[in-house]
Every structure is written in structure tokens, then in C-alpha cells.
């Protein structure tokens, strides 16, 4: 019995003649009937193709007709279907990268290279592309990442041979560097918040947790005695799933100012018991998590006088939602994450500001800090 067809690449051969230039031919088989027939075709000497990238090359057009019973992709916008039913699955990708993925492709990579043959991409042609988007750098190396992860997945399966984006040359150094605010500042900040806010901000800031970890705590995984919070899950767009990584799935410490924040939300919250969330949607009655968007926007209510550092870094920090509607989707989705860099820096300083001066010495730079900084608070 003749196995199921599957797609075939052939065997680029050279074969060496004494009269006549060198010559490229293509080996590769057919089906008749029972029968498996072996067949060669002549894709041009070596003067024509002196090397075997070249030759590579010109049986792109070849591999497409032998395999024309078979479902392969000829396009970039086949590749990226082909892409996305067999790699961006729940079973293979997490839910933001899928997302993510799927919002880099439909709104920059397929209009623009979607009719485009999967040999017809130059690499200079990519470059010269970006490099006339309007975005950031980290941006465009986004974009220029999932083009290339198409290609790889397109010579994991024998598409194509070379991936032309690998060579694309980006960079993803920031415009500016991050407005961090002074501990007054910050202790200014925090006058201006909420219970809510107050315990939100500060176990952010003190942990460095990401904001799909925060949002998914439970009072279940608030450990008093221990002085830590248990990191066990995460929930993006009321999603559940597990941690980014596995070194974020254990305890956290917690200081004890931040510990007396959130006793203090704890007391004033509708929602007390061990499966109920820290931060619940008293829209939703409880049932989810807040949304950290949702949470942006309303923090654009807020004014701050007297602030100067915070008017600088609000863009990237409270009051850049004002700005959102005029960005695209990845520009807004950076500007959302720089708050995960800034905070921690933030709160950390501020908090060994309260502590002996031979402390401050060794003020960190994330959410893990000096045990000396917990002395003498």
C-alpha cells in the first residue's frame, strides 16, 4: 500500500559531466496507481547556478507543483494560516502570546507581505519596511520576531529552506530612559489613592509580581505568619493559567508595611473569604478579578500637584491612558508594561527610606530587598 501523501522537498543533486558544465537536477517521486515513480528534473548547470543556495532558490516554483495534491503554503498569509492552526494552539502557546501573535500579523505583517510568494521576501525589503513604521524600536522588533518565527516554522516543515528575516537587521534600544519617582514623590502618591489602590500599589511595587500574578491572588495565598504571598497562578483577560515561568511560582516576602496595607483593604473589602480574590470586580460580584486596564483608565481621573517627576513619567506610568486612543495596539501595550519596571524601583526606595541609613546602601533594584531593610521598621 502506497502511504498517505505527505509534502516532499525532493533531492537537490549536482551531477558532474566531462564535456558539459556541471548540472543541478531535482530528484523526487510521484504516485501511479500502486506505484511510487522516482522522477528527475533539470533545473540548470552550474553556470547558471553557481551556488547551492542559488539553485535552492529556483526549485521553490518546482516544490510547489509536486506538491500540488498536497495542502502546503505558497503564500505569506498560507504560511501564517498553516502557522496558526498548528503551532498557535492553547496546547502549545499561552493565551498572551497568542494574542499577541495574532495582533502583530493581522495588523502589520499580513497587509503588507500577505499576497507575497514565501520566496519573493527580500531581506533588505523587510528592513527598508520597518524602518518606515512609525513606532518605537522595541516595536518593530516585535514585528520583525514573529515574521521570523513564520519562517522558522516554515523550514521546520520543509517549506522553504532559508529564512530571509533572520538577517533583518532591528534594534530595541528605548527612546528615553524611565521616569522614576523620588520616595517623597511617592509617598505623595500614595496620599492621593485608595484603600484599594493604596495595598494594590504597594504590594506591586515591593514584590515586582507581574500584573497577571497580582490580579489572580486569592486571601488564601496571603501567609501571615510566614510574612509571604504564595505566586501560584496568573489571569489575563479572565483567563486562568499557570505563572510566565516556573521560578515565579513560590513565595514571596512581604514587608511589613506592605502586610498592614492589605489587612487594611482586607477589612474594608466585600470579599473576605480564602477563594475570594484580593482585588475582586464588584461588577462581576467577586466572581473575576479586577481588570489592570480597566484600572488605568480610572487612574487618568487622578491629578497630582506639586509633582514634577510624576508629570514626566505619567505617560508610562497613571495618565497614560489619556494618550492610548491615538496609539496602535503594540505602542499602547508598551507603554502599559513600562509599569512594571518603574514601580518596583520605586517602593523599594521609598520603604528603606524608613529604615536605619546602613540599610540604604544596599537599596535594590526589584521587589527582592536586603533583610537589613526589614530591621527597624
Not at 508595611?257 to 489587612?263: I, M, N, Q, S
Amino acid at each position: 500500500m502506497i502511504e498517505s501523501k505527505r509534502f516532499q522537498t525532493g533531492s537537490l543533486t549536482l551531477v558532474k559531466n566531462k564535456t558539459t558544465p556541471d548540472t543541478w537536477f531535482l530528484r523526487f517521486y510521484e504516485d501511479e496507481g500502486e506505484k511510487r515513480v522516482y522522477r528527475r528534473k533539470r533545473i540548470g548547470t552550474i553556470r547558471e547556478f553557481p551556488h547551492r543556495r542559488d539553485a535552492e532558490k529556483a526549485v521553490l516554483s518546482l516544490r510547489s507543483k509536486i506538491n500540488n495534491e498536497v495542502s502546503s503554503p505558497e503564500t505569506v498569509k498560507d504560511l501564517i494560516t498553516h502557522y496558526q492552526k498548528y503551532e498557535l494552539t492553547p496546547a502549545r502557546k499561552a493565551f498572551t502570546s497568542i494574542e499577541n501573535h495574532l495582533t502583530l500579523t493581522k495588523c502589520y505583517i499580513s497587509p503588507r507581505w500577505g499576497t507575497f510568494k514565501l520566496g519573493a521576501v527580500r531581506t533588505v525589503q523587510v528592513e527598508e519596511w520597518l524602518d518606515s513604521l512609525e513606532l518605537a524600536p522595541a516595536s518593530k522588533t516585535k514585528i520583525k520576531s514573529a515574521f521570523s518565527v513564520l519562517y522558522s516554522h516554515a523550514i521546520r516543515h520543509e517549506f522553504v529552506s532559508l529564512n530571509p528575516i533572520s538577517k533583518v537587521r532591528t534594534s530595541s534600544k528605548a527612546l528615553r530612559e524611565k521616569d522614576v519617582l523620588t520616595p517623597e514623590e511617592f509617598r505623595a502618591l500614595l496620599v492621593e489613592l485608595s484603600v484599594r489602590d493604596r495595598a494594590m500599589v504597594l504590594l506591586a511595587g515591593s514584590t515586582a509580581v507581574r500584573r497577571s500574578e497580582l490580579m489572580a491572588l486569592t486571601w488564601s495565598d496571603l501567609d501571615l505568619q510566614a510574612m509571604a504571598v504564595n505566586i501560584t497562578k496568573s489571569c489575563v483577560r479572565n483567563r486562568f493559567g499557570n505563572t510566565k515561568t516556573d521560578a515565579s511560582r513560590c513565595p514571596v516576602p512581604l514587608h511589613p508595611l506592605v502586610l498592614e496595607a492589605l489587612l487594611d483593604w482586607k477589612r474594608e473589602s466585600l470579599y473576605q473569604g480564602a477563594s475570594d480574590f484580593l482585588f475582586p470586580s464588584i461588577r462581576l460580584n467577586g466572581t473575576k478579578p479586577l481588570s489592570p486596564d480597566s484600572l488605568l483608565k480610572k487612574a487618568s481621573d487622578l491629578h497630582f500637584c506639586g509633582l514634577e517627576s510624576l508629570a514626566r513619567s505619567s505617560a508610562g506610568i497613571i495618565s497614560a491612558i489619556r494618550l492610548e486612543r491615538c496609539l496602535d495596539p503594540l505602542e499602547r501595550t508598551s507603554r502599559r508594561l513600562s509599569l512594571c519596571y518603574v514601580m518596583p524601583r520605586v517602593v523599594s526606595r521609598w520603604i528603606c527610606t524608613l529604615t536605619p541609613s546602613r540599610s540604604r546602601s544596599a537599596t535594590p533594584t526589584t521587589g527582592w530587598w536586603n533583610s537589613s531593610c526589614l530591621e527597624g521598621s
